[in-house]
Structure formats: structure tokens, C-alpha cells
């Protein structure tokens, strides 16, 4: 009769949550749901994830998914539509809201999950009144009201005890009858990514920038909203459509709202606020067919809103370059940035730069690319041609080495002091750019100064050959192709243990291997001079940091003999006018004396004037 009613009405697959804290009964639930019994003298192993499936009545089929609530990012990919939530709560336990329950709802709420269940679990426990069951119904009672429409609930009221079995059956009888009632439509099996929370859509697949642009001029001679239009239909609601071309137009827009104000993580920050504004005043727009499936659940993800930014931001500097702008482009000019772009049109172009899907990864973390790095991260209001860039090659070291050694010979200044800044202010970068780059790799003092050594060591064997040689003009490329350093000469000196172990991060640790050379044989001076010819590359921004604090280390106890002590940067920038402007301003104290009488400026000869801040 079961094999009748299948093949007469079909079969529907429904998909339970089965979620709550450690400890409150899940998997003793679970184990008497589908076995009907429990062996008292076997503890339940308590897994991560453990699925079972069940028929009831014989046209359903339920798939329980039974998560322990630390694998939240897993719980978030499943969390869909037609996803069903049964939450236990230990009645045994007073404190209050259960951990992640909360920010459970939230998630549900903005992935379109509605159903949810609660099951007053261990009600049966020696220290659980009736008080306590009543008081722990209405809390979460109270907690639901909160979300209105946006979830269908229900706090169940039978007896619960999965320890006994009363009120196991029930449970899944009661959810039986909700999903039968609302005709719920089941998932889709067939269709959905099992690894990821986004649909597979029939444009994934790899465009020519031929189709690109095809796309682009579709779009644009589609699009029939003037500027100021689009963005009072952004802000109400009331747009027609909403695809991948009105999403970029929409934070595009954002941008430029954003000028000169603030930085990309911000700006990403404000538009994921429009988009949940938007997604709660036209909900249909992200229900549209025109609408890419793969934006159903990801487009709101932290991470793609983030990497779609920095795109864009670095777009619109491709753009203003092009055309050499100095000033920000309009509204009007969004078009012709696609044009100049059409990587940007690629729906998917986040699948060159990540090996996962960034829409499976919790929604509030921005995870660093793994596969490629991002275009250069900068202010897109800033001069590109003159922008610094964090170096990442295998001889960043001893790019850094190279330039504090040249710094040292420049100059004539005490080279251990000079050597000693130069590592704090190694040590100081990294830390920076490991906050928001994970991936860089964490300062070790012994890597820094052993090339720093190495550095040196090459460097004098130049003055041991001929004199003493004006290296004041020479490039990195020109020193490397003079000594051939490689990134892995440190194997000559250092064991691998040695090289990367944690003492050597805080403190220089001596080689183990072989110690460190005094001179570095040089190529002849012939190859030298042809490669002294080469045009050097744009210092990186940990050697630009380095000269800027050796500068402030040269300048201070000048700026201090004309006056009070440098206090502030602010006092700092005044006193580096004074001395640039100095000769301008005995200039004019002179035309100003032979006129007469002359308010006094600056004394050169050492005076101050005094200034307030």
C-alpha cells in the first residue's frame, strides 16, 4: 500500500535542522526518533554533524540534520527556504538566550528561512518545575515576537523526554501537519549545489571579453533610468528589476556617495545596509527570474559585497587613468566604466580569485582571496602612478635589507641605530598588514637581520675591491644582479627548526649551520654598470615607512633647536613648512625692513615664533 501511495501522489523531501546547545538531548532525540529505543548502558556519541533519514507517513520523506551549534558556518550554508528548524532547549539549564540562538533567527530571517520549532526538552529532570517550563515558554515566546511575519514558530506545548520517548513521535507529527497545511514546496534536490547555499545557474561558465561587452551594451541600452532617477528608485524600492548590472550601478553610486570619505571596507559596509533596507521593502525583486540564481542567497554575503567593491574602486581608477582625470567620475559616467571593465560584468569572477564559495563562509567575515591577490588596494582618489605597494615576492627581505643598508651608506649614520629603528618599523608594517591580510607572513627578527648582514656583507666587499663605490644611485636590480642573492641562502646558515622557530620572531638567533659570511664575492663592474642602467621599481610601502621615520628621526632634534618640542604631527608639518619656507620668508622680512618697521616671522639665527595649536 506505501509503494501504491508513493507512485499515485509522488514522493516530497523535507530537510530538518536539528539544532541547540551542547548537551540538551539532540542526539538521544534523534536516536529514539528513528530507532525507538535507546540502550541505556551505550552513551550516545556526540558528533558534529550526524544525518538520518525516515519515512513518515510513507509519501514524506525527512532528511534530520543534527548539528552541534559550534559548526555555525556549516548550519548558515544549510539554512534555506525550504529548510525546516527543530530547536531543543534543556529545561534543566536557567541560563538565558541559549548560545547562537539569537543570531540564528537573524540568519534565518535574512536567508528566507521561516519555520522554525522549539521542543522544551528533559522536562522529566529531578530539579525541572513546572514554573521553570512556563518560564522558559515564554521567553522564547517573547524572543519570536520580535520577528513578526518575517517567522512562522511555534513553541511546542506536549510533554518532551527523548530519554523516555514521551513526545519524540509528536514532534515530527506536529511538523508533519504544519508542512502539509501551508503546502509547503519541498527543495529541489536535483538542482541545489549539495556544497554551497547557491543555486547552480545556467551562466556559470567562463565569458569572452567579446560577451562581456555584448552584455554590457545590452544592459546599457536597457537601462532607461536617468542618474538621479535610479538612485530615488534604489532608495524606495521601486526598481523593475534587479540583476548583476543594477547591482554595480547601485554600489557605484555608493561610492561616489562616499567620496573622499571613507575606505572601502565602509563603503562595503553601507551598501550591504541598502541592500538589506532594499530586500525588506521590495522582497520580490530578489524572487525575479531575471534575477541570477546565484545571487539568491549570496549577493548579501559580506565577502562578495567586499570583493565587488574593491573591484569597482579599482575599476573607476583604471578609468580616471585612462582618460587622466584628476577629478572623480559622475554618475553619467558609469557606463563607460563597464565599458573600460568588462571583467566587472562577469558574474562569477570571484571563482579566479577563491577555490571555495565565498556565500558558504559566514556572512559577517571578509575572507582574503586565496588563489590570486586583489587589484592593488588603494584610495582610487589618489595619484595610482604614485601609490606604494606592499611587496610580496619571495625577496621582500632583502629588498627592505637592501634599502636600510643604502640608507646607512647615504648618509654616514650610525648603522645600529639605523639597523635597530629599521626593525620596529618592519615589525610594525607587518603587524598592520597582517590585520587585514592573514596570509602575510608574521615578522621573524632573525629573517630581518640575517639579511640585513647578508646585505651588508655584499656591500663592503665593493668598497674591499676598488675603494670605496658611491652606491647611492644603484637599484635592488642592479644589486641583485651584481650578487645574485636568492631568497633561500639562508639554508646555508640555518637548520629549517632553527629558521622558523618561535624564538626567532622576538630575537636574533646565531646560525646553527654555518656562520654568517663577512664579504660576498661581487660580478665584474663591467655587468654592473649595464645593469645600473635599468629604470629601479617604486619603492615598497614598508621602505617608504622606513624612510619616513628616518626622517623624523633626522629632522626632530633639528626642528627642536628653533623651539619647543615637536608634540604633535600637526606641530610636526608646521615646523617642516618653517624650514622649507625659510629663505621665502627672509625675503620678505627684508622688503618688509625697507619699507620700515616689520612684524617679526623667523629668526634664522634661532628665535621661534610662537604659534598656537
Known amino acids: 500500500m506505501d509503494e501504491l501511495s508513493k507512485w499515485i501522489f509522488g514522493k516530497k523531501y523535507h530537510r530538518i535542522l536539528l539544532l541547540g546547545e551542547d548537551s540538551c538531548g539532540k542526539a538521544t532525540f534523534l536516536h529514539r526518533l528513528k530507532f525507538g529505543e535507546i540502550r541505556e548502558q551505550e552513551p550516545l556519541p556526540t558528533r558534529d554533524l550526524d544525518i538520518e533519514t525516515m519515512n513518515y507517513p510513507a509519501t514524506y520523506e525527512w532528511s534530520i540534520w543534527k548539528f ?13 527556504p525550504h529548510t525546516l528548524v527543530l530547536w531543543l532547549h534543556d529545561c534543566s539549564t536557567k541560563e538565558w538566550p541559549p548560545w547562537k540562538f539569537r543570531g540564528l533567527l537573524e540568519q534565518m530571517v535574512e536567508r528566507g528561512c521561516r519555520y522554525i520549532w522549539v521542543g522544551l526538552n528533559k522536562q522529566d529532570s529531578p530539579d525541572v518545575s513546572g514554573e521553570l517550563i512556563q518560564e522558559a515558554r515564554r521567553k522564547y515566546e517573547e524572543e519570536f515576537a520580535k520577528y513578526k511575519d518575517d517567522l512562522s514558530w511555534k513553541v511546542l506545548t506536549h510533554k518532551l523526554s527523548p530519554k523516555t520517548g514521551v513526545g519524540v513521535s509528536e514532534v515530527l507529527e506536529d511538523i508533519y501537519q504544519a508542512v502539509k497545511r501551508v503546502n509547503l514546496e519541498p527543495a529541489k534536490e536535483g538542482k541545489r549545489d549539495k556544497k554551497t547555499t547557491v543555486i547552480s545557474d545556467s551562466t556559470d561558465e567562463i565569458l569572452t571579453t567579446e560577451q562581456l561587452q555584448h552584455q554590457i551594451e545590452k544592459n546599457i541600452t536597457g537601462d532607461t533610468f536617468d542618474p538621479g532617477a535610479f538612485w530615488t528608485s534604489f532608495l524606495k524600492g521601486d526598481l523593475p528589476a534587479w540583476t548583476h548590472y543594477t547591482y554595480l550601478k547601485a554600489l557605484y553610486f555608493v561610492i561616489l556617495e562616499s567620496a573622499k570619505k571613507k575606505p572601502y571596507y565602509k563603503i562595503a559596509e553601507d551598501f550591504i545596509i541598502h ?14 527570474s531575471e534575477t541570477p540564481r546565484a545571487y539568491v542567497d549570496a549577493q548579501f554575503s559580506r565577502c562578495l559585497v567586499t570583493f565587488w567593491t574593491l573591484q569597482l574602486l579599482h575599476g573607476i581608477r583604471d578609468y580616471r587613468m585612462h582618460i587622466m582625470s584628476v577629478d572623480l567620475p559622475s554618475r553619467e559616467e558609469f557606463p563607460q566604466i563597464l565599458r573600460h571593465s568588462p571583467s566587472l560584468m562577469n ?3 570571484w571563482k579566479s580569485f577563491y577555490s571555495f564559495n565565498p556565500a558558504s563562509r559566514p556572512r559577517d567575515v571578509w575572507s582574503i582571496p586565496n588563489l590570486r591577490h586583489l587589484p592593488t588596494q588603494t584610495d582610487y582618489l589618489r595619484d595610482p602612478a604614485t601609490v606604494p605597494r606592499r611587496y610580496e615576492g619571495p625577496d621582500k627581505l632583502i629588498r627592505y635589507a637592501f634599502a636600510v643598508m643604502q640608507y646607512v651608506r647615504n648618509t654616514g649614520a650610525a648603522r645600529g641605530r639605523v639597523v635597530t629603528l629599521a626593525l620596529v618599523t618592519l615589525q610594525q608594517a607587518t603587524m598592520r598588514a597582517r590585520t587585514v591580510d592573514s596570509t602575510v607572513e608574521m615578522y621573524s627578527e632573525t629573517q630581518a637581520y640575517f639579511w640585513i648582514q647578508i646585505v651588508h656583507a655584499a656591500l663592503r666587499s665593493l668598497d674591499d675591491e676598488k675603494g670605496p663605490v658611491d652606491t647611492s644611485e644603484m637599484s635592488f636590480e642592479a644589486f641583485q644582479e651584481t650578487f645574485h642573492l636568492k631568497p633561500t641562502d639562508w639554508k646555508g646558515h640555518y637548520s629549517k627548526k632553527v629558521w622558523n622557530s618561535v624564538a626567532a620572531r622576538s630575537q636574533f638567533v646565531m646560525p646553527d649551520l654555518k656562520p654568517l659570511p ?3 664575492a661581487s660580478l665584474p663592474s663591467k655587468e654592473t654598470r649595464q645593469v645600473q642602467e635599468v629604470i629601479p621599481e617604486l619603492p615598497s610601502a614598508e621602505e617608504l615607512i622606513f624612510r619616513a621615520r628616518m626622517a623624523c628621526e633626522e629632522l626632530t632634534p633639528t626642528l627642536q633647536s628653533l623651539g619647543p618640542p615637536v608634540l604633535s604631527h600637526a606641530h610636526l608639518l608646521f615646523y617642516l ?7 621665502a620668508e627672509e625675503a620678505i622680512r627684508k622688503r618688509l625692513n625697507s619699507w620700515g618697521d616689520a612684524p617679526k616671522l623667523l629668526d634664522p639665527a634661532g628665535g621661534s615664533c610662537s604659534v598656537e595649536f
Open 577 to 583: 613648512h618653517k624650514r622649507f619656507t625659510q629663505d
Open 68 to 80: 552541534r551549534v559550534r559548526c555555525w558556518p556549516l548550519i548558515l550554508r544549510e539554512l534555506a
Open 518 to 520: 663577512n664579504v660576498i
Open 275 to 288: 541592500l538589506n533596507r532594499l530586500r525588506k521593502i521590495s522582497p520580490q525583486l530578489f524572487s525575479s
Open 347 to 349: 558574474t562569477y569572477l
